[in-house]
């Protein structure tokens, strides 16, 4: 090829390169284009209100693993009495038991 050609050939080439993307963006026609915008407005839309869903139920499972550990301390509470009520009772058995000479 000799340089005129080449230089023709890349001039071809370089209009052909920005042909190309306005041909394409030419293909999206206005109502193709509002559509995918209302599509994309929409997953958005699923988007936010699957978050807000999600942060929802992770509220009532903190409020219910709260509500859980309350029960668990105030069983440890009633535990705790009740072991302290069977010792006492054993301390009174004891000292009846003593009392009675056995």
């Known amino acids: 090829m000799t340089e005129k050609t080449i230089s023709k050939f890349g001039a071809v080439l370089t209009i052909t390169m920005m042909l190309i993307p306005l041909g394409l963006s030419g293909c999206a026609s206005e109502p193709d284009l509002s559509r995918l915008n209302a599509k994309a407005d929409a ?4 988007a936010r209100e699957a978050q807000d869903t999600a942060n929802e139920a992770l509220m009532k499972a903190n409020t219910l693993q709260n509500t859980q550990n309350e029960a668990i301390r105030r069983a440890d509470i009633a535990q705790q009495t009740a072991n302290a009520a069977q010792r006492t009772a054993n301390q009174a058995i004891r000292a009846a038991n ?3 000479g056995g």
Not at 43 to 46: D, L, N, R, Y
């Open 98 to 100: 003593a009392s009675n």
């Open 43 to 46: 997953a958005q839309t699923m």
